[in-house]
């Protein structure tokens, strides 16, 4: 007997199985072609028995079930939900960055040209307007050619056929095992995508199956869709190809990696005549326009695929990789996670966000040429409109990327562990102005008054859960100093708050209890730490030793300039869809979440800072605009920040290494030795030269102040300030303060925290 001959698939999509051919011919091998036609023939009989009585054997299913399965198809073959790229533009409109899974914008019939419609259909399937979702002619035609000549020589499947199969792989997604079942040559999956063809067939035109197939098919080079393929191909739109360029794009379908026009631009050339040829065939063309089209040059105008953020310009990469956190995190954008992620992946949606770019601009700028990209530590940047809660800008040092040796990076610095940033840094003396609001909130006044010695023990205090003791009184764990032995009480908060005297902010602490902190941090967004952890009810809490992101810092301070409304950042002021319909997005979240008088005083402590005496006392804008700061430095000097703003922009920069590891003593940075970085002399510069420039197009709007009367001198009389309008011109006799508690209650779980010892910002 001669041996079983294998099978190979054919060339085309949808061509029948066909016997491998021999090398040469024998009498056997001519009867082996005569029964490989008798055999052809009999699966061409099987086909179409199995498309006229569903019930056959082969598929297993009743003849009910299979009657109902031909009666109807999913809507999805209809209307099929094709992925498509996404647009992220700027507040000004300008493109930010191109996303997708697939490179695909769906046209509609007139938005594609008369040419590759007509093209498409002469190479792929001539006679599509006239048979019906199976070719019984070609059928018989391609069995006898591929019988007679013993390879894969033609293929059978209609466009309709083609269409099927694709979007039972657009279906499958990024799913190889899907992928590789939708392509599968069975019997029963060619009989099913038979089935639904006929269906199609019925429920739609002609037309509308040529542009649905027109907006499915892969061109190559990450090209889905004809108006991808042009704009790869030919940089230009599907309305604006010509005949060769159509005949290259029609051509390409069949085999884009055989005859790909950038690596193998002869076969492309020799493919495009053969689709000329064919339109000559089917009358759609003269033999003149064909000679013509011949006779031009493939004519590529290529562009490389742009996907993902890592495209995007002046380090916006790291915002765009933000926005899709958002969108897939957001309840607004879909109830579960796996919805969120379908309105994501599916594409097609243009993102208009709040990033201002002249801001951008102005905040990559500075950190960038204050900080450069090969130092040991980085830099990052975040800019919030007060009252809002926008985010205008997002900047850091290290470029969006994966390539190590260039210092690229995809954590964002800038943003919690939860929206693509790690684990945070501490903010150090950043966070006092926390602990005065929350202060200021419990009923003291602008003026309290404590001792503040320049070193004391962490104290005793009270918790939202109970007490915390320190076990390790009188040892460096178990005290908090001040930066300098300078700094020795009392004081009082505007003048504690301009020199960031620690022991005083611990000791405000322990009056209102660590309840208050926390709480006031939850109302400002600082609702844990960036990592995702709670925060901690212990002392150090209020010297900033627990990790926050620039972007939280950003968005607390802006409610102080809110006079105090807390908004929730924003990213995203508008989506659509390609058709143009608007996608529901969160309204802006704004809510007052302290007294105008809190705010106000915080306001004016702040302003303080940046005044003769204060931490950030040489901080200034080009235009001489009322600022308002505050300095933070870590323990350490490991992290340094800057967190300041005018009445209707605010900056936030971190400077430090991203693994906290280096000390910031004796380093250089930006080209510039320092021999000890604060939070004036690190971040300050690039909060500076930030902001000076984001302002430059920006009202100057101020923000409210009230007025704090002067502290008395150490011996209880006043000084001699400026008068008020109204008011005492100082408290007159010192504040002793209110009593203290003195509770006790549950210990250290573990060693106590580390205290921020060098966060005096001097």
């Known amino acids: 007997m001669p041996r079983r001959k294998s099978r190979i698939p054919a060339q085309d999509p949808g061509d029948t199985w066909v016997p491998r051919p021999r090398r040469r011919e024998t009498p056997l091998g001519l009867l082996g072609h005569a029964a490989t036609f008798l055999g052809s023939c009999v699966l061409g009989g099987v086909l179409l028995a199995g498309i006229v009585l569903p019930a056959a054997g082969a598929m297993g299913l009743g003849a009910k079930?299979?009657?109902?399965?031909?009666?109807?198809?999913?809507?999805?073959?209809?209307?099929?939900?094709?992925?498509?790229?996404?647009?992220?533009?700027?507040?000004k409109g300008g493109l930010i960055a191109k996303v997708y899974e697939r490179d695909r914008t769906v046209l509609t019939a007139?938005?594609?040209?008369?040419?590759?419609?007509?093209?498409?259909?002469?190479?792929?399937?001539?006679?599509?307007?006239?048979?019906?979702?199976?070719?019984?002619?070609?059928?018989?035609?391609?069995?006898?050619?591929?019988?007679?000549?013993?390879s894969a020589v033609q293929g059978a499947s209609t466009l309709t056929q083609q269409y099927v199969k694709n979007v039972n792989v657009e279906k499958a997604g990024d799913d190889l095992e899907a992928v590789r079942e939708a392509q599968r040559k069975t019997l029963g999956r060619k009989i099913q995508e038979l089935r639904y063809a006929i269906k199609l067939e019925e429920d739609l035109t002609k037309e509308q199956i040529l542009t649905n197939y027109l907006n499915i098919t892969f061109y190559g080079h990450q090209a889905y869709g004809i108006q991808a393929a042009a704009q790869r191909y030919f940089a230009k739109d599907a309305?604006?190809?010509?005949?060769?360029?159509?005949?290259?794009?029609?051509?390409?379908?069949?085999?884009?990696?055989?005859?790909?026009?950038?690596?193998?631009?002869?076969?492309?050339?020799?493919?495009?005549?053969?689709?000329?040829?064919?339109?000559?065939?089917?009358?759609?063309?003269?033999?003149?326009?064909?000679?013509?089209?011949?006779?031009?040059?493939?004519?590529?105008?290529?562009?490389?695929?742009?996907?993902?953020?890592?495209?995007?310009?002046?380090?916006?990469?790291?915002?765009?990789?933000?926005?899709?956190?958002?969108?897939?995190?957001?309840?607004?954008?879909?109830?579960?996670?796996?919805?969120?992620?379908?309105?994501?992946?599916?594409?097609?949606?243009?993102?208009?966000?709040?990033?201002?770019?002249?801001?951008?601009?102005?905040?990559?700028?500075?950190?960038?040429?204050?900080?450069?990209?090969?130092?040991?530590v980085s830099a990052a940047m975040t800019m919030v409109e007060p009252g809002s809660g926008k985010i205008l800008a997002m900047a850091q040092t290290r470029p969006y990327g994966l390539a190590k040796e260039k210092n690229e990076t995809v954590v964002n610095y800038n943003v919690d562990a939860a929206m693509g940033g790690g684990l945070g840094f501490q903010p150090g003396s950043n966070f006092k102005p926390i602990v005065a609001a929350a202060a200021l909130e419990a009923g003291l006044p602008p003026t309290q008054r404590y001792d503040a010695p320049n070193r004391i023990d962490w104290p005793t205090v009270s918790t939202c859960k109970?007490?915390?003791?320190?076990?390790?009184?009188?040892?460096?764990?178990?005290?908090?100093?001040?930066?300098?032995?300078?700094?020795?009480?009392?004081y009082e908060l505007k003048e504690a708050m301009a020199l960031s005297v620690n022991t005083y902010f611990v000791q405000m602490e322990q009056e209102i209890g660590l309840c208050a902190v926390e709480q006031m941090a939850g109302k400002l967004g600082i609702t844990g730490k960036a990592g995702g952890?709670?925060?901690?009810?212990?002392?150090?809490?209020?010297?900033?030793?627990?990790?926050?992101?620039?972007?939280?810092?950003?968005?607390?301070?802006?409610?102080?300039?809110a006079r105090g409304v807390h908004c929730a950042p924003q990213a995203i002021n508008r989506i659509t869809t390609v058709e143009g319909k608007d996608v529901q997005v969160s309204a802006p979240h704004c809510e007052s979440v302290m007294s105008e008088h809190t705010a106000d005083v915080i306001n004016t402590v702040l302003l303080g800072v940046t005044?003769?005496?204060?931490?950030?006392?040489?901080?200034?804008?080009?235009?001489?605009?009322?600022?308002?700061?505050?300095?933070?430095?870590?323990?350490?000097?490991?992290s340094a920040w800057l967190t300041g703003y005018t009445g209707n922009l605010v900056g936030s920069v971190w400077l430090g290494s991203p693994g906290t590891k280096v000390p910031m003593r004796n380093i250089r940075i930006g080209g510039k030795y320092q021999a000890e970085v604060f939070g004036a002399t690190g971040p300050g510069p690039i909060w500076q030269q930030a902001m000076s420039d984001a302002v430059r197009t920006v009202p100057d709007q101020?923000?409210?102040?009230?007025?704090?009367?002067?502290?008395?001198?150490?011996?209880?009389?006043?000084?001699?300030?400026?008068?008020?309008?109204?008011?005492?011109?100082?408290?007159?006799?010192?504040?002793?303060?209110?009593?203290?508690?003195?509770?006790?209650?549950?210990?250290?779980?573990?060693?106590?925290?580390?205290?921020?010892?060098?966060?005096?910002d001097q």
């Open 239 to 376: 309305k604006d190809l010509t005949l060769p360029e159509s005949a290259m794009l029609a051509g390409l379908v069949q085999n884009p990696s055989q005859y790909d026009p950038k690596l193998h631009p002869v076969a492309a050339q020799k493919r495009r005549d053969t689709v000329i040829d064919k339109m000559v065939e089917n009358k759609h063309i003269t033999a003149d326009q064909a000679k013509e089209a011949k006779a031009a040059p493939l004519g590529l105008n290529y562009r490389e695929p742009q996907n993902g953020c890592i495209t995007a310009k002046a380090g916006m990469g790291f915002f765009c990789d933000y926005v899709r956190h958002v969108v897939k995190q957001d309840p607004a954008f879909g109830k579960s996670a796996a919805e969120r992620k379908k309105l994501w992946d599916t594409g097609g949606l243009n993102i208009y966000t709040t990033l201002d770019p002249d801001k951008q601009n102005a905040a990559q700028n500075a950190v960038s040429t204050q900080v450069f990209v090969n130092d040991p």
């Open 702 to 760: 101020q923000f409210t102040t009230t007025y704090i009367p002067d502290p008395p001198k150490k011996d209880g009389s006043c000084a001699t300030p400026s008068t008020p309008p109204t008011g005492p011109t100082c408290t007159g006799t010192p504040n002793p303060g209110r009593t203290r508690g003195n509770e006790t209650g549950r210990s250290w779980p573990s060693a106590p925290p580390s205290w921020p010892g060098d966060n005096g």
């Open 466 to 490: 109970g007490t915390w003791k320190n076990l390790k009184k009188g040892t460096k764990e178990g005290t908090v100093p001040n930066e300098s032995a300078r700094e020795v009480g009392p």
């Open 65 to 91: 079930s299979g009657a109902e399965s031909f009666e109807s198809i999913p809507d999805d073959f209809k209307t099929p939900p094709l992925s498509q790229a996404t647009q992220i533009y700027d507040a």
């Open 110 to 150: 007139e938005q594609m040209s008369p040419l590759i419609r007509k093209a498409q259909v002469d190479i792929e399937d001539a006679r599509f307007y006239e048979h019906g979702a199976v070719d019984l002619k070609g059928v018989l035609r391609a069995i006898t050619k591929n019988a007679e000549s013993g």
């Open 611 to 638: 005044e003769k005496g204060g931490t950030a006392r040489d901080l200034n804008l080009d235009d001489g605009r009322q600022i308002a700061a505050k300095t933070g430095t870590s323990d350490e000097k490991k």
């Open 533 to 561: 952890d709670p925060l901690e009810e212990v002392p150090a809490l209020g010297l900033g030793t627990q990790e926050v992101s620039p972007l939280t810092m950003a968005n607390a301070y802006a409610t102080f300039a």
